[in-house]
Nanobody, 124 residues
Framework: QVQLVESGGGLVQTGGSLRLSCVAS????????MGWFRQAPGKEREFVAA????????LYADSVKGRFTISRDNAKNTVYLQMNSLKPEDTGVYYC?????????????????WGRGTQVAVSS
């Protein structure tokens, strides 16, 4: 099994920045993909970004390209989401996720493990 624990959420003003962290434990991650999804109140969970653990290939949602950066620290089994130029529409619960495969995807069904989420609120 894999355990994912997110941190770093909070309240920030429009234009501000936050860095989310997700620590993974329980399995090795040499060939995994990890990612971030978010869910706003009353809306479906949507893809934000993903990274292949080996090689560092990344995928971003169009809505966050140029503002968010996903990265990983192999030694710490941690994936980060640096969020800059935040907008009110970025508000939501951000979930860390991981898959046992090497397929990088924006589909939630492509992921096997989920964290409990961390709240991000962007005020206008």
């Amino acid at each position: 099994q894999v355990q994912l624990v997110e941190s770093g959420g909070g309240l920030v003003q429009t234009g501000g920045s936050l860095r989310l962290s997700c620590v993974a434990s329980g399995r090795t991650f040499s060939s995994y993909v990890m990612g971030w999804f978010r869910q706003a109140p009353g809306k479906e969970r949507e893809f934000v970004a993903a990274i292949r653990w080996s090689g560092g290939t990344t995928l971003y949602a169009d809505s966050v390209k140029g503002r968010f950066t996903i990265s990983r620290d192999n030694a710490k089994n941690t994936v980060y989401l640096q969020m800059n130029s935040l907008k009110p529409e970025d508000t939501g619960v951000y979930y860390c996720t991981a898959t046992r495969t090497v397929i990088i995807t924006a589909l939630p069904g492509g992921y096997d493990y989920w964290g409990r989420g961390t709240q991000v609120a962007v005020s206008s």
